[in-house]
């Protein structure tokens, strides 16, 4: 289904200026030709540009636009008649009213609709990716890797002893800690790269690998991180990890990789917990690594 929204922030700058500008010369052309015939209600139409450029550049701008609307139906007006008479004139103050009130209707209108679509691909405890934003991000990822032939690390894990947390500190301090842990996440991860809640005490990452052999470090870094992250909150809880190396010349969908990380990951928590699984489809990676917290911290300097 067309969505008029999205197209208009899918244009780049130079395409929704091009727009503008064509929109323009199109209203006031065609302004001059009905005021040539006695006509003189088109006006309304300088609304279209007006909403277009609030939307895509902000107010300040779509007032620009408006001052501009208003010098064209002013030359518009003295092209026809030869003069501004004073009803012209109030009726050029009366649209330039009526222009910023509707761009600051759109400007508002435009907040409003940033704000909730940022609250729906965001979790609004930790503020990090929701399952349904990270998913939508994630197979984007996967498409892109596949294209350039870069590998992709998934990670997917989930705290062990969060239920105690709660149970004995209250729901403010398992939240407390959740937080703690997505904030130490954001600095673990680059900016192209994915992390996400995907409900409870459950999360995942997907990054890009420069050298698919460093599959291991990275994961051991990143569980030594999040554990950490953990430790620095003074209760008694681990993390345990299941990873996934996705190598481009590989046709695994996410939601393969997905359940095979979290096979690896309840695999974990059955025989160690405060460890990690790692798992992929080629050499070096056709063995699992499972590891605890000391052989982790070895693992991370013979490979440093």
Avoid at 83 to 88: E, F, K, R, V, Y
Avoid at 94 to 107: D, E, N, P, R, Y
């Amino acid at each position: 289904m067309f969505s008029p929204e999205e197209w208009l922030d899918s244009l780049t700058p130079v395409a929704a200026w091009r727009l503008l500008i064509l929109g323009l010369i199109c209203i006031a052309s065609s302004n001059w030709l009905f005021q040539a015939n006695g006509i003189n209600n088109v006006g309304l139409f300088y609304m279209l540009p007006i909403c277009v450029a609030c939307w895509r550049f902000g107010f300040k701008i779509a007032m620009g636009i408006a001052v501009a609307e208003i010098a064209l139906s002013a030359a518009t007006f003295l092209s026809a008649s030869g003069h501004l008479d004073t009803s012209a004139m109030v009726e050029l103050v009366m649209q330039l009213i009526k222009f910023g009130c509707t761009a600051a209707v759109v400007s508002r209108f435009r907040q409003g609709f940033d704000r909730e679509r940022l609250l729906a691909r965001r979790d609004w405890m930790t503020g990090i990716l929701n399952r349904h934003e990270f998913q939508r991000q994630a197979e984007a990822m996967l498409a892109s890797a596949t294209t350039r032939h870069h590998s992709l690390l998934l990670v997917y894990f989930d705290l062990d002893g969060f239920k105690a947390v709660n149970d004995q500190f209250g729901h403010h301090a398992g939240d407390r800690l959740l937080q703690c842990l997505a904030e130490k996440g954001k600095s673990l991860i680059g900016p192209a790269d994915c992390f996400g809640r995907m409900g409870g005490d459950e999360f995942a990452v997907l990054m890009e690998l420069t050298k698919t052999e460093r599959a291991l470090e990275v994961t051991a870094q990143l569980h030594l991180g999040f554990t950490a992250a953990l430790e620095s909150t003074g209760h008694r809880v681990t993390c345990s990890m299941g990873a996934v190396v996705a190598l481009s010349s590989n046709d695994a969908s996410l939601h393969e990789l997905m359940r095979q990380a979290d096979q690896l990951m309840y695999a974990v928590k059955r025989d160690t917990k405060a460890g990690f699984r790692l798992a992929g489809h080629a050499p070096p990676f056709d063995v699992d690594f499972l590891l605890s917290p000391r052989q982790q911290t070895c693992s991370h300097q013979s490979h440093g």
